[in-house]
């Protein structure tokens, strides 16, 4: 763990990984109600994953468990964008708001995998 870093909640990536949570949640909470325990469910669950996994990772300090809990938060990431992707194709939120978050959620995808 870097020095500089005195919870998980300074770090850039989980930062990012609220962010996300929040941007999908909001995008589902305009999805059609029939989803609501499918798709809606699967993408606020898999978004939720991501800082969570961060967070979970951090606590366990450094070495393999820190490692397999960042591989969790960046599988969770690829499910949200095969869920978007699925939402788009099902034409059950605005394109552009979908393709908006798929391009964050690339770039959060390319971020290192560390938690310094």
Sequence with gaps: MAAS???FRDLEIWK???DL???VYALTAGLPATERFNLTAQLNRSALSVPTNIAEGWG???G???VQFIKIAR????EVLFLLEAT????LAPPT???TLSERLRGLGKAPQCLS
Excluded: E
Aim: charged share 15%; net charge positive; aromatic share 4%.
């Design 21 to 23: 949570m929040v941007r």
């Design 97 to 99: 708001q979908i393709v």
């Design 16 to 18: 990012s990984g609220i």
């Design 75 to 78: 599988g969770s990431l690829y």
């Design 5 to 7: 870093k005195a919870s």
């Design 60 to 62: 366990r300090g450094l």
């Design 64 to 66: 393999g468990n820190q």
């Design 88 to 91: 788009k194709a099902l034409n």
